[in-house]
């Protein structure tokens, strides 16, 4: 489940931070970019792709495995390790 977050100064909802049920603080979506803690980690891609950018911590891995199970969506790498 997302939290949507309305933006502060219009009120509005398009295209603002929405949060995440787990890892509230640290994880945040914001239109189809995943943020883990201040950084951009991977990039929602329709039909069912989740695009993960680099290699990262134990943690920041637990948060994209966690958007990907919570949206449906399918890891694919864009980096060789």
Do not use: C
Request: without cysteine.
């Amino acid at each position: 489940m997302i939290h949507h977050v309305k933006n502060v100064v219009s009120g509005k909802t398009k295209n603002t931070m929405r949060k995440f049920n787990r890892y509230k603080e640290n994880l945040r979506r914001v239109g189809n970019d995943i943020w883990s803690y201040s950084t951009h980690v991977a990039t929602i891609e329709y039909p069912g792709k989740l695009i993960q950018h680099g290699w990262w911590s134990v943690t920041t891995q637990k948060h994209i495995n966690y958007v990907a199970r919570e949206l449906g969506l399918t890891i694919e790498k864009d980096y060789i390790h």
